[in-house]
């Protein structure tokens, strides 16, 4: 059984991107976390299982400032964790076709690595989390909005998960602008969006308005869009069924 090799990759301010690789032939998948998540949770480990099975090449890693990257949370923005998804995809660029799997925050990250590398050759995209610290800035109350434009700062949530982990007003400015340019330029990518119907967290309208959005930039563009019964961890036996038999199909 092939196992996983860790990795650290400097990144421009010479911080590590820890990860781990599974050598493999003929498809390499990489997954690409959720906002606070560590890369071996109950998907890459399954993922990572699938990869094994089939001899396919697996990867994973953490962003600057979480998990066992180096760097503090608090001097990182969306634009960093994105350019650290593009410095582990540019270490993949001469492995096998490359699936790229994102979770919530990883999913729209995911797309945008589709839009830009051409060796990626599909996409499945988890509960994705597309724009999302511009949504989160239009959802809370004008107030707070107002305090954390004022003061740059503010937890994305109150509660124990989310309360330690301040986010700088540059993560909505940045979210807003990556989004603004989600379809410039558009690359055909094989495309899989599953979201759970009971989503609170993420609500799967966004994966149908973005789905919606995107075939009237172009009517055949090869994306498919599943809602499922579950949540945003989508964990279930029967989600994580679903989850790799997406993740496992090759076009």
Not at 88 to 98: D, F, G
Not at 187 to 211: A, Y
């Amino acid at each position: 059984m092939n196992q996983s090799t860790r990795f650290e990759l400097p990144a421009t301010d010479s911080k590590f991107i820890v990860g781990d690789l599974i050598p493999g032939q003929d498809r390499q998948l990489l997954f690409i976390t959720g906002f606070l998540s560590k890369r071996w949770g109950n998907k890459s480990k399954a993922l990572a299982d699938v990869c094994r099975q089939r001899n396919w090449g697996f990867c994973c890693f953490d962003f600057r400032g979480n998990g066992e990257s180096e760097g503090a949370f608090t001097d990182y923005t969306l634009c960093d964790w994105l350019e650290d998804a593009r410095c582990v995809t540019n270490m993949l660029a001469n492995s096998s076709p490359l699936t790229v799997i994102g979770s919530s925050l990883g999913g729209w990250l995911a797309w945008i690595l589709g839009q830009e590398f051409p060796q990626v050759k599909q996409l499945v995209l988890l509960a994705p989390a597309f724009n999302m610290m511009g949504k989160r800035a239009q959802e809370i109350s004008p107030v707070r909005r107002q305090q954390w434009e004022a003061t740059g700062w503010m937890p994305w949530d109150d509660d124990a998960l989310h309360r330690d982990f301040p986010l700088s007003w540059k993560w909505v400015e940045e979210s807003e602008a990556i989004w603004s340019r989600r379809f410039d330029p558009l690359r055909k990518v094989p495309t899989r969006i599953v979201h759970g119907l009971q989503d609170v967290v993420i609500p799967p309208k966004g994966s149908w308005e973005f789905t919606e959005h995107l075939l009237t930039q172009d009517p055949q563009y090869p994306i498919e869009l599943l809602l499922k019964t579950g949540d945003h961890r989508f964990s279930s036996s029967a989600n994580l069924k679903t989850f790799l038999d997406l993740a496992g199909r090759i076009q």
